[in-house]
């Protein structure tokens, strides 16, 4: 068991007595930045977040702030922050239900460095946020140094934000977008032809992605860019996987859940895309032994794989995963048709290779006399 230091100590005694009359009320500006964030985290774990608690944290010296699943604090104490903490880099308001367009506009309009922000699950805000009509006499500066947002299961997010951010955040780097279903199929599609500077782009959770989607994409299309991709739990009619073949230097890759997707996909994805470090494959059901043999053959960096509930992959089929040098966790949960000769080629990646973590929870051929 870990020792706590001193400093821990300390915070974990002020989140005790902190609701106690005998409490010292500071508004602690004088405290690091660093350790005041800690406190902060600490006090919201704890369930001791108010209105008052929030006030007592704000000020220019704060960069971090962290009220994620507050939902009692006022949306007056919210749009403070923007007034308050200018000097603010990381903000995470998500699942805070109070939070509309007037709180992210106030944030952006007074926190010139942010760099990062988290508003996934705040259904009320809207591409009206983001957008510079609806802040007519402040600019978003917010949105200019702006690189990772995430507003995953917004459901009023539109295709309007995409337009406003290519105007404002441009220096945007990562982009979730997870189960926005107001997006439309052509919204999307001009995402990834965009041609932006994103690194990582989640559009998990979108049944809008559909094959008009993916056949937008030029075939003479490049976009050397985009390093993660998630585009699992698409609709199932989905078929032109192929096209992700453009996105040539991604080094993660998630297509769980997408049961259209099947071994010539995947081989033509692959082939191109050679540098994948992680790949999430999981209840592909189209996927056989030919898909091992071709991540065996062109995935020479890779060190992630999930292939649970892929039940058309064998034993055999493991062997193709030899010539993988730095493989080193595989997850084959519930393939039901892996038996006890799986642990032949297993032991080998592990005496000679990288194999460090294998689950086979599911398993149900697997004996224990395998084992």
């Known amino acids: 068991m870990a020792v706590k230091t001193l400093l821990e100590i300390s915070l974990d005694r002020i989140v005790y007595i902190w609701d106690q009359k005998t409490r010292p009320h500071n508004n602690f500006t004088n405290l690091p930045t660093e350790i005041a964030s800690n406190l902060l985290t600490r006090l ?197 996987f192929s096209k992700l073949r453009t996105f040539s230097n991604l080094r993660s890759l998630h297509l769980q859940n997408c049961l259209g997707l099947t071994d010539s996909d995947l081989e033509t994805i692959v082939s191109k895309c050679s540098l994948i470090t992680a790949l999430g494959l999981s209840n592909c059901e189209m996927l056989g032994n030919l898909a091992l043999e071709v991540i065996g053959a062109y995935l020479n960096d890779l060190e992630w794989l999930d292939l649970s509930w892929c039940s058309g992959i064998s034993s055999g089929g493991i062997w193709s995963l030899n010539s993988l040098p730095s493989l080193r966790e595989i997850l084959l949960v519930w393939c039901i048709d892996l038996t006890d000769k799986i642990f032949e080629p297993m032991l080998n990646m592990i005496r000679y290779g990288s194999l460090r973590l294998v689950n086979l929870n599911g398993c149900i051929r697997i004996t224990e006399n395998g084992l």
Not at 123 to 131: E, I, P, Q, W
Not at 140 to 157: A, H, K, N, P, R
Not at 176 to 196: E, Y
Not at 221 to 239: I, K, P, V, Y
């Open 44 to 240: 919201l774990s704890a369930n001791k977040i108010s209105d008052t608690t929030v006030c007592e944290f704000l000020n220019f010296q704060m960069q971090v702030f962290d009220l994620a699943g507050c939902s009692t604090v006022k949306k007056s104490v919210l749009r403070s922050i923007g007034y308050n903490c200018t000097n603010l880099t990381y903000l995470k308001l998500s699942y805070c239900s109070q939070v509309n367009n007037t709180v992210v506009r106030s944030i952006l309009q007074g926190c010139h460095n942010l760099r990062q922000l988290y508003l996934d699950g705040c259904h009320r805000v809207s591409d009206n946020g983001f957008d510079l009509q609806h802040s007519p006499f402040q600019l978003l500066f917010g949105c200019m140094s702006l690189e990772t947002l995430s507003v995953s299961d917004c459901t009023q997010i539109t295709g309007q934000l995409i337009a406003s951010l290519r105007k404002l955040s441009r220096n945007l780097k990562e982009l979730n977008l997870s189960g926005c279903k107001s997006l439309l199929n052509f919204h999307l599609a001009d995402i990834l032809t965009s041609g932006s500077d994103l690194e990582t782009l989640n559009l998990s959770r979108l049944p809008q992605i559909n094959d008009d989607t993916m056949t937008s994409i030029p075939n003479d299309f490049a976009q050397d860019r985009l390093r993660h991709l998630n585009m699992s739990n698409c609709q199932s009619e989905l078929t032109s």
